[in-house]
């Protein structure tokens, strides 16, 4: 894909010859966010949880991008972009521990924090943008189009589902729940290689279409565990669901609209994705709107999986051939392994100058099996979060900004007990209060 990408663009930009090498403009930006907080998770305190897992104390977070972005403007009205984004965290989140860079990062205050890892610091997106009066093509490494044009609740606070506080840091899911943890369809095909189109828009309505060659399930915007043989990864006909990568292919498209009518601003989005993993289909759908200082927003995602899914071979993985030997249908376990069910946001937010106060929800239903909860039930994940923040402001024109943000919230993480010995592998809850700075230049 780089390759192709490559002879693309050199093929565009030879064709349309820009004229001076000063056309070409590069510029950098990027962020820093440091977080606060203390929480205090409910069930796993219980008297009879392992020690391990009693987490209730003051703790730190902190990450940081950096992108280099660099622009050229060629004749015929086209225009390039191309953009490589750098992420990394110094903090308990991916810390070195006794010299080897410990990979759990679902339970933050059980790390020790020693050295720093080198591996901290990873690409998160490296694509590039040809513009044209007939719509713009993105290619390469970054969210699909119906991720870009998705509308979702508004949330201050640092603990916002899409925002960099992580909500299931603080408060943990436990062993055996199973949640998405956003409201988008990036879980699935993440920051993976991509071909998107997104049309001119017309009377503020927008069509977007997007390509992706293989289906990613890698931590980087969803949940923060990647699917395992622990989740019942499986070989399935048209694809993969296992390991790092579900496999497969998926293409999706959907229309974005944008207006505004007597002082009220209205952005809305509806798109689909149909992956080449389980028949998997998934439908997405948003809405804001403004007016003065107040937003109201809300979302949807629907994971569906038909209950006519069949598997083709189990593969390698043992546990899945024996949730199969012991009688658990094809269907139950492809709905396990891509997270099928549906979650919403809905959110309001009212600013005033510099000053902003937003409240949240979010929920989300997510397949399970009977040998996970006892039931086979969904498991469901509920936040409930409260935000403030203060931009700064900056002390120079162009230079960075600062903004003061603070949050408190309860989470819910419940599914059923397959044992009443040991609550806490399905079920906890907690309070957590997180205030921070984030830092935009």
């Not at 989140?93 to 339970?107: E, K, M, Q, Y």
């Amino acid at each position: 894909m780089k390759k192709i990408l490559a002879m693309l663009l050199a093929f565009g930009a030879g064709s349309a010859q820009a004229a001076d090498d000063d056309m070409i403009k590069l510029s950098v930006k990027g962020s820093v966010i440091e977080n606060i907080g203390y929480a205090t998770n409910i069930k796993l305190n219980e008297s009879s949880a392992p020690s391990s897992v009693k987490l209730s104390r003051l703790a730190e977070q902190d990450n940081g991008s950096l992108s280099i972005l660099g622009k050229a403007t060629l004749d015929k009205d086209v225009s390039l972009a191309m953009q490589g984004d750098l992420y990394g965290t110094a903090s308990d989140l991916t810390r070195s521990v006794n010299g080897a860079c410990d990979s759990n990062n679902s339970r933050v205050f059980t790390l020790t924090p020693t050295s720093r890892c080198t591996s901290n610091v990873t690409v998160k997106r490296a694509f590039a943008t040809i513009g044209s009066p007939v719509g713009s093509l993105i290619l390469g490494e970054r969210e699909d189009a119906t991720y870009i044009v998705h509308n979702s609740a508004p949330d201050v606070s640092p603990l916002a589902r899409n925002g960099d506080g992580y909500f299931y840091y603080w408060v943990v899911a436990p062993a055996n729940h199973r949640n998405l943890t956003v409201d988008d369809d990036s879980r699935y095909d993440d920051r993976s290689y991509k071909v998107s189109y997104v049309t001119p828009a017309f009377n503020g309505l927008t069509a977007v279409l997007t390509y992706v060659p293989n289906l990613s399930s890698s931590a980087g915007s969803g949940s923060p565990e990647p699917a395992t043989p622990s989740d019942y990864g499986l070989r399935l006909p048209n694809g993969r669901v296992t390991g790092a990568n579900y496999g497969g292919d998926a293409y999706g498209g959907g229309v974005f609209y944008s207006n505004a009518f007597r002082g009220i601003g209205v952005k809305a989005d509806a798109t689909v994705v149909q992956a080449d993993v389980a028949n998997l289909r998934i439908w997405q759908q948003g809405v804001r709107l403004t007016y003065a200082g107040f937003t109201v927003g809300a979302s949807s995602l629907i994971r569906d999986v038909p209950g006519d899914a069949t598997i083709g071979s189990i593969g390698s993985n043992a546990a899945a051939a024996a949730l199969a030997s012991a009688g658990t249908t094809a269907a139950a376990i492809a709905q396990a392994a891509v997270f099928a069910g549906n979650g919403y946001t809905l959110g309001l937010r009212y600013a005033i100058g510099p000053y902003s106060v937003s409240t949240a929800f979010f929920h989300d239903n997510s397949k399970s099996l009977a040998a996970l909860n006892g039931s086979g039930r969904s498991d469901s994940t509920d936040v409930y979060d409260v935000g403030v923040a203060d931009d700064m402001g900056t002390m120079f024109a162009g230079g960075p900004r600062l903004t003061l943000r603070a949050g408190i919230g309860y989470i819910s993480y419940k599914g059923s007990v397959a044992n009443a010995a040991t609550p806490w592998a399905n079920n906890n809850s907690g309070i957590v209060f997180v205030t921070g700075a984030k830092l935009d230049f």
